[in-house]
């Protein structure tokens, strides 16, 4: 190989390089930076490696640390289950409406993600229609509420993050080859079994990739938190923001910022040893 | 593949190396207020472009409004952007740039009179000429010309004032008159505080007997313990910004901790702001000019521009706060409006007897932490 040969792919890494070192190496630096500093306001932060602002902020905040785990949780089980029989009718069921269909699931997104939240606080306000349906249906108690609860803010989070679970399980769906069902049906299989044990195992690279693009987005959000939960369900999305805006503890605020990102790294981590990483990297499953 | 791995490796160091230069290039401190002098805003031809950035519901934005008739007077092209929904948020939103030297493009910023101290303090704001000014120091009510976060008006030029009390949707619950009622059982779940530190806790104090002039830390952490207790029980349904005019307009509560002003803003008709038995607290918001800020001569245009007893009574008329304007009340009368003799546009001392000045508790940091824990329960 000449030398230019062995340079090419450099050189066509070069831009993804550069753009990562920009945009994530460069900041993820100065945040590390910021959460070793020290200091006020008024007397300015200063560097002294104070690695105690790691453990201070995670004091006091572990209560919704696990509320975050447990709406992000609960809303990426929710959107498997919305989605999968969504995508699986859009990609075999829907004919000449599939487009359409795809389209009505990216449509929300021309609207901002802000207002759409907004929007769900005037759909389930006190004396909404919607609510008092639900009280006729004894799924809300006379008198009861849902905006301003954790059920209201697991349900936005469901509501925004949907598409992200649809689109995945969709694209994986669509190249799923329906002749490998067939075959299932022709050895006897019924048609539980064939989705068991076809269907199912050749999607998981989507429903993985479904689960990462749901859960990590809803661990950070703060915004459904904010507009359609009440007192008690602030997230840790709220915790930095709250010691960012308001506190303007910037190191304790970059602190647990850089530790949820190492909490969520390690998790996905194990999710995808423990979801195995062929069914995260289809190509190599092809291979062995 | 070792050949690989060196490959990596190398590359990682390479890039950790120009991060770590690119971070030497920043000075050792973050924060600490700004270096150098501070600038007087300039004054000149009232022309070009103007960024405000102010509240929800102070002004009239529609095409009859005080806005478009400044434009049209003047030529400037103004834009009002209302995204103060509370102090700090707006302030941590814009500090690392204030930091710098600028202002987001902003030339005018309207705050309580705590978050204006806290900027000038900080070195993020410019100073005032009197002699630019004219018609705001000719009109400004004597009342308002020396306070004690700026005895000679320095920095600051009063846009309203106001009282923080209570809203009370009169059909739901008619009863509740003080803030204490607001702990009561009955109403659980359905009412809201504001996030603002310097606003709900005086509140709280004053329901409990405690001058917040006087107060201490204890006092202040002991009225944030109450209300922890609430907010854990449920009682309170959230804390909010001025945003508190959603859940009243929707129905969603039956009574809020809120501003006396905000009927323009607030359309449930049974909704009525109430002085609480024990006493208001009572605050301005100030119009600032910050460093960095462009055009400022449009800016002390705007501010003498609103000063005039016939622009500021077309805003009392809107926004039904109160007035910083001398004459206003006479003009009022002779529009014949109701609010000429309100107590929320004009109140007499025999009203306000119980109210106190906003202020700070005497050691923030342990006790913001403590109020923003329950913000954040």
Same mark, same amino acid.
């Given at each position: 190989?000449?030398?230019?040969q062995?340079?090419?792919?450099?050189?066509?890494?070069g831009?993804?390089?550069?753009?990562l070192?920009?945009f994530?190496?460069?900041?993820?630096?100065f945040m590390?930076?910021?959460?070793?500093?020290?200091?006020?306001?008024?007397?300015?932060?200063?560097?002294d490696?104070?690695w105690?602002n790691f453990?201070?902020s995670?004091?006091g905040h572990?209560?919704?640390?696990?509320?975050?785990?447990?709406?992000?949780?609960?809303?990426?089980?929710?959107?498997?289950?919305?989605?999968?029989?969504?995508?699986?009718a859009i990609?075999?069921?829907a004919?000449?409406y599939?487009t359409l269909?795809?389209f009505?699931?990216?449509?929300?997104?021309?609207?901002t993600?802000?207002?759409r939240?907004?929007?769900w606080?005037?759909?389930?306000s006190?004396?909404s229609?919607?609510?008092?349906?639900?009280?006729? #249906?004894?799924l809300?108690?006379?008198?009861?509420?849902?905006l301003?609860?954790s059920?209201?803010?697991i349900?936005?989070?469901t509501y925004?993050?949907?598409?992200?679970?649809?689109l995945?399980?969709y694209?994986n769906?669509?190249?799923?080859?329906?002749?490998?069902?067939?075959?299932?049906?022709?050895?006897y299989s019924?048609?539980?079994?064939?989705f #068991?044990?076809v269907?199912?195992?050749?999607?998981m690279?989507g429903?993985?990739?479904?689960?990462l693009?749901t859960?990590?987005?809803a661990?950070g959000?703060?915004?459904?938190?904010q507009l359609?939960g009440?007192?008690q369900q602030?997230?840790?999305?709220?915790?930095?923001?709250? #010691?960012y805006l308001?506190?303007?503890?910037y190191p304790?605020?970059?602190?647990?910022?850089?530790l949820?990102?190492?909490?969520?790294?390690?998790?996905v981590?194990a999710?995808?040893?423990v979801?195995?990483?062929?069914?995260?990297?289809?190509?190599?499953?092809?291979t062995? | 593949?070792?050949?690989?791995?060196?490959?990596?490796?190398?590359?990682?160091?390479?890039?950790?190396?120009?991060?770590?230069?690119?971070a030497a290039?920043?000075?050792?401190?973050v924060?600490?207020?700004?270096?150098g002098?501070?600038?007087?805003?300039?004054?000149?031809?009232?022309?070009?472009?103007?960024?405000?950035?102010?509240w929800?519901?102070?002004?009239?934005p529609?095409?009859?409004g005080?806005?478009k008739e400044f434009?049209?007077e003047?030529?400037v092209?103004v834009d009002?952007?209302?995204?103060?929904?509370e102090?700090?948020?707006?302030?941590g939103?814009? $500090?690392? $740039?204030?930091?710098?030297?600028q202002?987001?493009?902003?030339?005018?910023f309207?705050v309580?009179?705590?978050?204006?101290?806290q900027?000038?303090?900080l070195?993020?704001? $410019?100073?005032?000429?009197?002699?630019d000014?004219?018609?705001?120091?000719?009109?400004?009510l004597?009342?308002? $010309?020396s306070?004690a976060?700026?005895?000679?008006?320095?920095?600051?030029?009063p846009?309203?004032?106001?009282?923080?009390?209570?809203w009370?949707?009169?059909a739901k619950?008619?009863r509740?008159?003080?803030?204490?009622?607001l702990?009561?059982?009955?109403y659980k779940?359905k009412?809201t505080?504001?996030?603002?530190l310097?606003?709900?806790?005086?509140?709280?104090m004053?329901?409990?007997?405690?001058?917040?002039?006087?107060?201490?830390?204890e006092?202040?952490?002991?009225a944030i313990?109450r209300?922890?207790?609430?907010?854990?029980?449920?009682?309170?349904?959230?804390?909010t910004?001025?945003?508190?005019n959603?859940?009243?307009n929707a129905g969603?509560i039956?009574?809020a901790?809120?501003w006396s002003g905000?009927a323009s803003i607030?359309?449930?008709?049974?909704?009525?702001?109430r002085?609480?038995?024990?006493?208001?607290?009572l605050w301005?918001d100030?119009?600032?000019?910050?460093?960095?800020?462009?055009?400022t001569?449009?800016?002390?245009g705007w501010?003498?521009?609103?000063?005039?007893?016939?622009?500021a009574?077309?805003?009392?008329?809107?926004?039904?706060?109160?007035?910083?304007?001398?004459?206003?009340?006479?003009?009022l009368?002779?529009?014949?409006?109701?609010?000429?003799?309100?107590?929320?546009?004009f109140?007499t001392?025999q009203?306000t007897r119980?109210c106190?000045?906003?202020?700070?508790?005497?050691d923030?940091?342990?006790?913001?932490?403590?109020?923003q824990e329950?913000?954040?329960g």
């Open positions: 190989m000449s030398l230019r062995r340079l090419v792919p450099y050189g066509l890494l831009p993804g390089l550069l753009w070192v920009l994530f190496v460069v900041p993820m630096y590390g930076e910021l959460a070793l500093r020290s200091g006020t306001l008024t007397t300015g932060y200063s560097f490696w104070a105690s453990p201070d995670l004091s572990t209560e919704q640390i696990g509320r975050s785990f447990f709406y992000a949780g609960t809303a990426t089980v929710l959107c498997l289950l919305i989605s999968y029989p969504l995508a699986y990609a075999f069921r004919g000449r599939r269909l795809l009505a699931v990216i449509a929300p997104f021309f609207t993600y802000l207002i939240t907004i929007a606080k005037t759909i389930l006190d004396s229609p919607v609510v008092s349906v639900l009280q006729t #249906l004894s809300v108690p006379p008198g009861g509420r849902v301003a609860t059920g209201a803010v349900a936005g989070l925004n993050f949907l598409p992200f679970m649809i995945p399980l694209a769906l669509e190249r799923l080859d329906l002749r490998l069902i067939e075959a299932a049906k022709d050895l019924s048609s539980r079994q064939a #068991l044990r269907t199912l195992p050749l999607t690279p429903i993985v990739a479904g689960i693009l859960f990590i987005p661990f959000d703060y915004i459904n938190a359609l009440g007192t602030a997230m840790v999305g709220n915790v930095i923001q709250s #010691l308001n506190q303007r503890d304790e605020a970059a602190a647990l910022s850089f949820m990102m190492a909490l969520i790294l390690v998790i981590l999710y995808i040893r979801a195995g990483t062929g069914a995260f990297m289809e190509s190599e499953e092809e062995s | 593949m070792v050949g690989g791995r060196v490959k990596t490796l190398v590359l990682a160091v390479a890039t950790l190396a120009v991060a770590m230069g690119l290039c920043g000075d050792g401190t924060g600490g207020g700004r270096e002098e501070i600038t007087t805003a300039k004054a000149g031809n009232v022309t070009g472009k103007l960024t405000i950035s102010t929800p519901g102070y002004i009239d529609g095409k009859e005080t806005v434009e049209k003047t030529g092209k009002y952007i209302e995204d103060v929904n102090n700090e948020g707006f302030f939103k814009l $500090q690392p $740039q204030l930091e710098q030297g202002s987001g493009g902003r030339s005018i309207v309580t009179d705590w978050m204006a101290k900027m000038y303090d070195g993020y704001l $410019q100073e005032i000429n009197h002699d000014l004219p018609t705001v120091f000719e009109n400004l004597p009342s308002l $010309q306070p976060f700026d005895p000679e008006r320095k920095f600051s030029v846009w309203q004032s106001g009282m923080g009390g209570i009370v949707d009169t619950a008619p509740i008159k003080s803030v204490n009622d702990f009561d059982p009955k779940g009412v505080m504001l996030a603002e310097r606003e709900t806790v005086p509140l709280v004053l329901a409990e007997g405690i001058d917040p002039v006087e107060a201490s830390n006092d202040w952490l002991n313990e209300i922890k207790a609430a907010s854990d029980s449920g009682q309170i349904r959230r804390f910004g001025n945003d508190y959603e859940d009243l969603n039956v009574a901790i809120g905000d607030i359309e449930n008709e049974n909704a009525e702001w002085m609480p038995t024990e006493g208001c607290s301005s100030n119009m600032v000019i910050p460093v960095g800020a462009p055009n001569a449009a800016a002390l501010m003498d521009f609103a000063y005039q007893p016939e622009v009574v077309d805003i009392t008329e809107y926004v039904e706060y109160i007035s910083p304007v001398e004459g206003v009340k006479e003009l009368e002779g529009r014949g409006s109701e609010l000429a003799e309100s107590q929320l546009t109140p001392e009203f119980n106190t000045d906003q202020d700070s508790p005497p923030l940091e342990p006790v913001n932490e403590a109020w329950v913000i954040t």
